[in-house]
């Protein structure tokens, strides 16, 4: 028997245990298989271990999306997108430069088109923002489980939109992401009493702030101390 004399049932059983480019690679080989690969029951979860796997056209987006996880564990995150950008050399700029919109711009695409996403986790994505999070909030509104780790760009806001379109979350996580505070993760408790929330050194690191803005030395060395 071929593999194409599979019903559509068997054919996206087998593409499940595939790894995303095994899937495109066998869906380029006829159009049956193509039409299997662009079934949306087969997407939904997406896992990314690197920001520059966004740019692949190995996988698709859409309403079946169930779970979304971008986790990019590098060293390149600590040394150079994690740093404050007044800290940051010409070449570090440079560097950010060429991929600090792929997240941000990832995620203004899930919000059109994965709006039954039930779970996001964002680690080590240091270019997002407030805005780029509470538009997900919005759109998602079906969202339950949100966690971001290392999330530097992010503040209080995010936490505002947790309390404010979050209600559907059940669990949230904000870990290592300094410029979250004490005060906005006791407004989500006071919000979202129900919610399970978690802030591992979140609310206790040293926040952003520019050299006008009054930094001691002290605290500039706690900073320098922070991303070595």
Same mark, same amino acid.
């Given at each position: 028997?071929?593999?194409?004399?599979?019903?559509?049932?068997?054919?996206?059983?087998?593409?499940?245990?595939?790894?995303?480019?095994?899937?495109?690679?066998?869906?380029?080989?006829?159009?049956?298989?193509?039409?299997?690969?662009?079934?949306?029951?087969?997407?939904?979860?997406?896992?990314?271990?690197?920001?520059?796997?966004?740019?692949?056209?190995?996988?698709?987006?859409?309403?079946?999306?169930?779970?979304?996880?971008?986790?990019?564990?590098?060293? #390149?995150?600590?040394?150079?997108?994690?740093?404050?950008?007044?800290?940051?050399?010409?070449?570090?700029?440079?560097?950010?430069?060429?991929?600090?919109?792929?997240?941000?711009?990832?995620?203004?695409?899930?919000?059109?088109?994965?709006?039954?996403?039930?779970?996001?986790?964002?680690?080590?994505?240091?270019?997002?923002?407030?805005?780029?999070?509470?538009?997900?909030? #919005?759109?998602?509104?079906?969202?339950?489980?949100?966690?971001?780790?290392?999330?530097?760009?992010?503040?209080?806001?995010?936490?505002?939109?947790?309390?404010?379109?979050?209600?559907?979350?059940?669990?949230?996580?904000?870990?290592?992401? #300094?410029?979250?505070?004490?005060?906005?993760?006791?407004?989500?408790?006071?919000?979202?009493?129900?919610?399970?929330?978690?802030?591992?050194?979140?609310?206790?690191?040293?926040?952003?702030?520019?050299?006008?803005?009054?930094?001691?030395?002290?605290?500039?060395?706690?900073?320098?101390?922070?991303?070595?």
């Amino acid at each position: 028997m071929h593999l194409t004399q599979l019903n559509r049932e068997c054919l996206l059983h087998i593409f499940s245990f595939l790894d995303n480019d095994s899937r495109q690679s066998l869906s380029l080989t006829c159009e049956p298989l193509r039409q299997v690969f662009l079934d949306p029951r087969l997407w939904t979860l997406l896992s990314f271990c690197s920001p520059s796997q966004l740019r692949w056209d190995n996988f698709l987006l859409g309403s079946s999306l169930r779970s979304l996880s971008v986790c990019w564990h590098s060293s #390149r995150v600590l040394r150079v997108c994690n740093i404050e950008d007044w800290m940051k050399t010409p070449f570090q700029r440079d560097i950010c430069a060429k991929h600090k919109d792929l997240v941000s711009d990832f995620l203004a695409r899930v919000c059109l088109t994965c709006p039954h996403l039930h779970s996001l986790t964002l680690s080590g994505c240091a270019h997002i923002t407030d805005r780029d999070m509470a538009a997900v909030l #919005r759109s998602c509104g079906g969202l339950r489980r949100l966690r971001l780790e290392n999330c530097c760009r992010l503040t209080d806001e995010v936490l505002h939109a947790v309390a404010e379109h979050g209600g559907r979350l059940a669990e949230v996580r904000v870990d290592f992401c #300094r410029n979250v505070t004490r005060a906005g993760l006791q407004l989500v408790r006071e919000r979202r009493p129900g919610v399970s929330l978690s802030a591992d050194r979140s609310g206790s690191m040293v926040p952003d702030s520019r050299p006008e803005e009054g930094l001691t030395f002290s605290t500039t060395l706690q900073k320098l101390l922070q991303f070595s």
